[in-house]
């Protein structure tokens, strides 16, 4: 039987550092190995029997609708709720309240990870906490919110992008929260409104028992175009449990290597993937389904949606390039990041860690 803890995910917002990526894909259906971002998180949450999953949406929400409709494809039940203007994390949730009557989840719709949340559930319900926070160790707290506590693990203090000189502590708020029904009390309705700033501090300022759950396992924010590409690395590089990959290359269905291609390193490839003479593809490095490698093609470290046809002689390094996109013969890539549909000329050398968005640039290739 499913548990009767429900977890909203916030995929409402605009994914602008992620830009071109976002242009066309919400963040949240942007694939990671292959299968959108989303579907890893589902999956995660149904290994702990939380199948009740509110989507709080904003921007571009159909792709979403259309992809996993009712959930019960993939074992769970959508509910999608829907803002008309962005509300931020607590005026999402707060959105959604009607459908939240006991202790519930509430998860960045960015973040990469494999949290227990069973054992963070037995901790918050240990503690009688109204809300509990999921921590995580990072080099730089000064770009995330840096959260000090007691040796109980109760919040002391909740500083947003804290200056360096304030910094006592690396763990960071991880966007995953679990929070009492009672505190959405706090929160007005339709108006913008941010746990992180206002409704945890006002927590601690009411003397109210908020505690944070330190964890070490995997956790990766895919907010720009370099994250997305190092969680890739990662997961390709085993460093998340449950993403153990025991084969070298994990290919989909109908596709054709030529003998001479050389594949070494982790690599994944979709369906209908097709690798011509002489090509060198060294991992980590995903294709997406219907991608068409030319003759002599050199990628590395990259990532490639669907359909993207690199023509002979291609060079591609640490470069993420979205669906439909046609690279020419010759063309050099280093760092770049291609949105949906471009067209490189033949030759042509866009300099390193460019940034192409759809409709920028044209040619034959
Ligand atoms: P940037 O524009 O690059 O900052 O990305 P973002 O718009 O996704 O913002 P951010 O990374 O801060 O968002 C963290 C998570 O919350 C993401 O999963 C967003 O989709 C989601 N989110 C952000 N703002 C809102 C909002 O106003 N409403 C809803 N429903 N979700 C939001």
Redesign the pocket.
């Known amino acids: 039987m499913s548990s009767t803890v429900k977890a909203v995910i916030?995929?409402?917002?605009?994914?602008?550092?992620?830009r071109p990526l976002t242009c066309n894909t919400p963040?949240?259906m942007v694939p990671v190995l292959n299968i959108p971002f989303l579907e890893h998180v589902l999956r995660n949450l149904k290994a702990h029997d939380i199948t009740d999953i509110i989507l709080?949406?904003?921007?571009l929400p159909a792709p979403m609708l259309q992809y996993f409709g009712d959930g019960a494809r993939f074992g769970v039940h959508l509910t999608y709720v829907m803002?008309d203007s962005?509300?931020?994390?607590a005026?999402?949730v707060k959105n959604a309240e009607k459908y939240l009557k006991n202790t519930f989840l509430v998860l960045?719709?960015?973040i990469f990870h494999n949290r227990d949340f069973t054992d963070m559930l037995a901790f918050h319900r240990r503690n009688h906490a109204k809300a509990t926070i999921d921590l995580a160790p990072v080099e730089d707290p000064t770009i995330y919110g840096m959260v000090d506590t007691d040796e109980q693990c109760r919040v002391k203090r909740f500083i947003e992008k804290p200056k360096r000189e304030d910094v006592t502590t690396n763990l960071i708020n991880a966007?995953t929260w679990i929070i009492e029904p009672e505190v959405l009390q706090r929160i007005l309705p339709d108006v913008?409104c941010s746990f992180e700033r206002e409704i945890f501090p006002s927590l601690i300022h009411d003397g109210e028992p908020l505690y944070a759950y330190p964890s070490y396992r995997y956790w990766m924010d895919m907010?720009t175009p370099e994250k997305y590409l190092q969680l890739h690395r990662d997961l390709l590089d085993d460093k998340c449990e449950g993403y153990p990959s025991d084969r070298n290359v994990i290919k989909g269905k109908n596709c054709r290597i030529h003998p001479t291609a050389k594949l070494s390193g982790k690599i994944v490839l979709g369906d209908n993937c097709t690798v011509a003479a002489g090509a060198k593809i060294t991992g980590p490095v995903v294709l997406g389904s219907g991608c068409r490698i030319g003759r002599r093609v050199v990628i590395e470290d990259s990532v490639l949606w669907d359909n993207v046809k690199v023509r002979a002689r291609a060079v591609l390094r640490s470069s993420v390039i979205a669906n439909d996109c046609a690279i020419g013969a010759e063309v050099y890539l280093r760092d770049a990041v291609l949105g949906d549909h471009i067209r490189l000329p033949t030759g042509s050398k866009p300099e390193t860690g460019v940034r192409l968005f759809p409709e920028e640039m044209s040619g034959n290739t």
């Open positions: 916030l995929v409402g917002g605009q994914g602008t550092r992620l963040k949240s709080a949406q904003h921007h803002e962005p509300r931020g994390s005026g999402a960045n719709g960015d966007g913008k907010g």
